[in-house]
């Protein structure tokens, strides 16, 4: 899914590298209108799949149902067979969207605003069902982790001793149990509303549209922490074994992820400050969206003071992992700009908005996946990738992402309105960087999928504790046996790093202890 939304996102880019339609015509003639809804659909289709069915389940579901059991020292989540109905309806979700691509396409945008997608001849039905089923495969995935953190967690593991990755999966989880309901209903009501016309959102029947905003928000902007908070948990992770030093303000982590949680509910409409509603309404809404960033840079804060006088090995891991916390900051700072409201009049629905919202949602939570990716890798496959690779890919990314992004911040605040698929000449040197940019980032991330598949064929032996970490899922072999760990393992402090000893000639870090029992 993230190679097909990817390919999606390098056609809009390609596309905009002119004001001129360069591909629209080969797929729908010579008709303006035509290429112009097709542009509509393709950035449609980048945006749900990405949202949908890439970030939101990619750190909890991917990477949680791997290490989240190996970080309690337990054989599985506890619900395994919910867990895997859970995957079976991301795969129904899934073939619902392949269904939309053969079928005409959807050009809503992933919103679904209404009244557009009541009124739209577009296969706006099947694209909304997949949503829904997709919304079913984030509780039940919730619930899970929810239980297995209460239930299944070790002798000796109390609540803060626990890996602040747990306490971030675990907010994650309450989110996603309290909120996605909300956005189930309210497309439900959607397809309603189409069907039967019943006249909730579409004012041609006496409904609302700002009424679906509110309801669509209420999910979507906790969905935004749904995606953020477990990427936050991974570079915890990363940042502390990495600098083989002891996280700094473990508690006020793992409290921020849970005031971060909370907040996520409150700020909804800072999403709708230009849709009419009141004056009072928008300086609440505007006053706690500033507030959010409290708890955010108290984890930007403890990570860069964890790697202050650290041993840092720069390797793969530690570059997303720092590379997450340049784009994280810059994503939180540009949303300050646009919680200010006289600014945000200027800056709503333009590149500015686009650019913000990719530097927390892909250069935030897609770099923390890929960065935890490459940190369990040898742990998953019990092999290692080439790092000399990993590093290059790295900085590919990274400058493709910033070369994309950086001119829409500019062009953004020029004026340039976002979804157009043509424009004024003045924008066109941004639109260029950014579709090269587009390409570099792709070249970064095919690169990465080629080591990683290399290292599965040839990649040398992992050893059980290649970066030097204590928490569980380091105590056991690469990759884990069946059942985890042979026996019951006991709790350990996942932060007491400083008793490791390198061994060149292994790879593997061993405490003092376990090298006195060899």
């Excluded at 004001?19 to 797929?27: D, R």
């Excluded at 079976?88 to 959807?106: R, T």
């Excluded at 915890?236 to 074994?241: D, F, G, P, Q, T």
């Excluded at 050893?463 to 899922?473: A, H, Q, T």
């Amino acid at each position: 899914m993230f190679l097909l939304g990817g390919v999606f996102a390098l056609l809009v880019r390609t596309e905009l590298f002119s004001p001129i339609p360069l591909i629209t015509p080969l797929f729908a003639g010579s008709d303006a209108g035509a290429q112009a809804d097709l542009y509509n659909q393709w950035f449609t289709t980048h945006g749900a799949i990405m949202v949908f069915l890439v970030i939101i389940p990619g750190v909890p579901a991917a990477l949680g149902n791997f290490v989240l059991p190996l970080l309690l020292g337990a054989k599985d989540v506890a619900f395994p067979r919910l867990n895997l109905g859970s995957f079976y309806l991301w795969v129904s979700g899934a073939a619902f969207f392949v269904y939309v691509l053969f079928s005409g396409g959807v050009d809503t945008g992933w919103t679904f605003y209404t009244p557009y997608s009541t009124s739209s001849p577009t296969a706006v039905i099947p694209a909304v069902v997949g949503v829904f089923i997709l919304g079913f495969s984030s509780i039940f995935t919730g619930l899970n982790f929810i239980v297995t953190i209460h239930k299944m967690r070790p002798k000796g593991m109390t609540w803060f001793n626990m890996p602040l990755f747990l306490w971030a999966t675990y907010s994650t989880a309450v989110i996603q149990v309290l909120a996605t309901p909300v956005l189930g209903i309210t497309l439900l009501l959607l397809i309603l509303e189409r069907t039967l016309g019943i006249g909730i959102f579409d004012p041609q029947n006496g409904g609302d549209p700002v009424l679906y905003q509110h309801f669509f928000w209420f999910y979507s902007h906790p969905a935004v922490y749904i995606m953020i908070i477990p990427a936050m948990g991974v570079i915890s992770e990363i940042i502390a074994v990495h600098s083989h030093k002891r996280i700094f303000g473990y508690r006020y982590i793992a409290y921020s992820s849970v005031a971060i949680a909370i907040f996520s509910f409150i700020v909804w409409g800072h999403h709708m400050f230009t849709s009419g509603q009141s004056t009072m309404m928008n300086i609440i809404f505007s006053g706690i969206t500033f507030s959010v960033g409290i708890p955010s840079a108290i984890k930007v804060f403890n990570w860069i003071a964890t790697m202050y006088k650290g041993s840092i090995n720069l390797n793969t891991s530690m570059l997303y992992g720092i590379a997450f916390i340049f784009l994280f900051t810059i994503g939180g700072l540009t949303g300050l700009f646009l919680g200010v409201l006289s600014i945000d009049t200027h800056l709503h629905d333009t590149y500015f908005v686009v650019a913000h919202f990719h530097y927390v949602m892909m250069g935030s939570a897609l770099i923390a996946f890929v960065g935890g990716l490459h940190h369990w890798w040898p742990k998953m496959t019990g092999r290692m990738f080439n790092e000399f690779w990993g590093r290059i890919a790295c900085m590919l990314v990274f400058i493709g992402f910033n070369l994309t992004f950086i001119p829409q911040f500019v062009m953004g605040s020029l004026g340039m309105p976002r979804r157009y698929y043509t424009y004024e000449d003045k924008f066109q040197i941004y639109h260029q960087l950014s579709t090269i940019g587009s390409y570099v980032m792709a070249a970064g991330f095919f690169l990465t999928a080629f080591y990683l598949i290399q290292s599965l064929v040839s990649g040398k032996k992992a050893p059980m504790n290649p970066w030097g970490g204590n928490s569980l899922e380091w105590h056991t072999p690469s990759p884990p046996p069946l059942e985890n760990f042979h026996g019951v393992p006991s709790a350990t402090d996942p932060y007491e790093l400083d008793q490791f000893d390198y061994d060149p000639v292994t790879g593997n870090y061993s405490s003092q202890s376990s090298k006195g029992l060899a």
